[in-house]
C-alpha cells in the first residue's frame, strides 16, 4: 500500500485511550461529551460532514450527520454496563418527530441487553453499533461510509439492527478458488533461467496472493478476502478465515486468535468474535516476530516525507491506544520487514541497508542488504537470517546479524511479486511469481529446501546445517 494512501489519525486513537482512562481526572459526564465530539471527528475524518451535540426547539442529538440521503441521528452511551430498552425507546421517539426516512444509530461502548436488541428489532429504525464498531472505525479498519452502508443493507435486507462487526465485512461473493493447487498453465522454470538458479517447488498459485504466514505445520495464506489454510503434506486447503481487504501475512497468536491487518489497523478472529487489536496508523501495518514471539507491528505511517522520517516497530497494547512505539532507524519507505533475533534486539530490512537496532536503548548498526526488492525475512536463529528480494528473478540472501556478514545472493527461478517467505522445518516457503507468457506473471507460492539455499550461498552459511 502507498504511504498515506489511507487518512487516518493516531490522536485520535489516542483521545480514545484517555477515555477509557479517564485522563486528567475527567468526569464520567465530560467524557461522554467528549465521546460524543471523538465520533463527530472520525466520521469527518472519513469524509462525513457530521455535527456534534446538535441542538434545536426538539432537544439535542449527540451526532447528527447525512450520508448518501439519508439523515442519521446518533446518540452515544458510554456505560459501565450494557444499556437497556430506554435509550432505544427514547431514540425512536425522537426519529418520529423528524423528517420521514431518518435513520437512528445507538452506539454503547458496553453493549446491549435483550430487552435493547427485542426493542431495536420492534422499532426497525434504530442501528446498533458497539465498542468493537467503534474501535474499528477509529483504528480505520473500516471507512465511515463502509460501516453505515454495510448497516443499512443489514437491517433493511436481513433486518438485523446489531450485526457483528465480522459479518459487515464478510465478502459478499467471497472468491470461489482464491487458491488452485499445483503449477499455473505455461510456467517452466526455463522461463526465468537466471544464471546457476536453483529450481523451486511450485505448490500453489492465485491471482491474489496478499502475504503467506505458517502455523502447526501449515501455510496461511492471505487473499483479498480473507486467510486460506494450506496443509502441504495433504495438499488441502481450506478457508480459515473469510474478510475483505486483508492485507500482508497473518499471525496465530498463542491463545489461538487469528491476527491480520485490514487498512490503517489489524484485526483478531477470536473462537467467537471479530475485533480490533491495533489501528489509526497512516498505511497498512505489517504483522511481525516480536520479542519471545509475541506479534508485534512494522508500522510505515509518518507525518511527513516517509523518504526522511523514520518507520517504526510497535508493541500492541492490551488495548486499542496503548501502544509501545520505537523508532526503526531506518527511513519508513526504506523499511520493508522485520524481525526480533534476542533480547530487545531486531533486524529490520531495508531496501538498501538494513539495520540491528536494540528498542531498549536505541542503539543500532547498519548492515548492506545482500538482495535487491527485499520483502521476505525468516529468523534462523538469534543471529542467523535468510531474506528474499528480487532483480529480475528471485533472489536468496543470509545475513549474520552479530557481525553483519552477508552472502551472496542466490538466485532462483521465479520472478516479480516476491513477498512474504516462512519456514516450515528445514523448508523455506515463498511467494513470487511464475511468468506463464511475456506479458502474465502469476504469483504461486514455492517451495524451496534450506540446505540447498544455504549451501549454495556461500561457505560460512553451512554452520548453520550442523
Known sequence: MRFNEVGTDLGLVQRYADLRALAGGMSTSVRGMRFNQLIADVLQRDGVDAEA?????????????????????????????????????????????????SMGILVSWSGFNDSALRRAAVARDVILFDRVHIEALLAGVISAQVL?????????????????????????????????????????????AAPNALDADVLAYGAELKGLASHGGRLLITVEDGVVEFDCLRSRLRRRLELTDCEGNAFVEDAGSLLVARRCGVMRRGTDMVNVAAGGYACTPMIVFGIDGAPWLLDRSTTGWPGTQPGHLVAPGSSLGTDQRYSCQLPAASCANACWMRGHTFLVLGNGNSCVVDVANGEFSWIVTPVGRPHGLVRLNETWVLVTGWDRHLQAALIATESGWTSQPVAVNLAGHVGDAVMIGKEVFVVAGAPVSSAVVVPVVARLALGMLVAQASVEGRVLLS
Open 148 to 192: 453505515i452502508s454495510a448497516a443499512n443493507r443489514s437491517i433493511s435486507v436481513f433486518g438485523h439492527e446489531h450485526a457483528a462487526l465480522d459479518a459487515l465485512l464478510r465478502p459478499r461473493r467471497p472468491v470461489e478458488v482464491p487458491v488452485a493447487l499445483g503449477v499455473p498453465e505455461g510456467f517452466t522454470p526455463a522461463a526465468v
Open 53 to 101: 451535540d446538535a441542538r434545536g426547539p426538539r432537544g439535542e442529538v449527540d451526532v447528527a450527520f447525512a450520508y448518501d440521503g439519508t439523515w442519521y441521528l446518533l446518540e452515544a452511551k458510554w456505560e459501565a454496563e450494557p444499556i437497556d430498552a430506554d435509550p432505544v425507546r427514547k431514540l425512536h421517539d425522537v426519529l418520529s418527530e423528524r423528517r420521514p426516512g
